[in-house]
């Protein structure tokens, strides 16, 4: 090869070369072309999310639930002056009986409002239902930023409450469910009640009662402990 030609080649060469890395460079600005446009454009679950972060939506949904659980506190309060009207229509009642506009039911809330009080207080956990109420409320109060608390603080202890104390009356108003439109425990208090006296009978349920208590005022407040140390040490009965 001569000189000229070797000349030639290198031309070809570098021209190539520069070809290559331009077009190198083009596809690399159009791939963060491309990507920021995906970015700008989310999809749809990414929509979903965003609706849901939204400030504003978080004030609404908060607002709906302080909203609902006056409602509800409505009904539950209507429901022990009104329920032993409503029992009968609510019962025998069919869905198309108790949508129509004259259903005779007596409660605040209406037909809706005393199917909710009779369900939750008397097939659930009785009036220890109020605590759902309260952890609603708490919960739009967090939402709507009106309040700052640790919701899930909120929710441990309101299901602790209503579980225990829906025990607690199924257990000590056992004998009066059938005399009463008002399950104070709730068939859930009732059932559990049962089942804890056929197991360990009743001292047993109420030892099981003292404790847990115990372990939820400990949960609640660390000063229990001392406050147990001292009551265990007789301390108020020794002279000074």
């Not at 030609?5 to 331009?22: E, K, M, V």
């Not at 302080?66 to 429901?79: C, E, K, P, T």
């Not at 930023?145 to 199924?170: A, D, E, N, Y």
């Amino acid at each position: 090869m001569n000189e000229r030609s070797a000349r030639y080649f290198f031309i070809i060469f570098a021209a190539y070369n520069t070809d290559s890395n331009l077009f190198k460079e083009y596809r690399l600005m159009a791939k963060k072309k491309i990507d920021k446009e995906a970015e700008r454009t989310p999809s749809s679950p990414g929509k979903i999310v965003s609706i849901f972060k939204n400030e504003t939506v978080h004030f609404v949904l908060g607002l709906m639930l302080v909203i609902f659980s006056v409602y509800l506190l409505l009904a539950f309060s209507s429901f022990f002056f009104t329920g032993a009207a409503d029992q009968s229509i609510i019962d025998s009642g069919s869905s198309a009986d108790l949508a129509a506009v004259n259903n005779q039911v007596k409660n605040y809330a209406g037909s809706r409002g005393a199917q909710l009080a009779s369900y939750l207080i008397n097939d659930c956990f009785g009036v220890s239902s109020f605590f759902i109420l309260v952890f609603l409320a708490v919960a739009g109060l967090k939402l709507m930023r009106v309040r700052v608390v640790r919701l899930w603080k909120w929710f441990i202890g309101c299901t602790l409450l209503l579980v225990w104390f829906s025990v607690f009356f199924g257990f000590a108003f056992m004998d009066h469910y059938q005399d009463s439109f008002i399950y104070l425990g709730g068939m859930h208090g009732y059932n559990v009640s049962r089942w804890l006296i056929s197991q360990v009978g009743v001292p047993g349920v109420w030892m099981i009662l003292l404790i847990t208590a115990i372990c939820f005022f400990i949960y609640i407040s660390a000063r229990t402990v001392i406050w147990l140390r001292k009551l265990f040490a007789l301390s108020f009965l020794k002279r000074e």
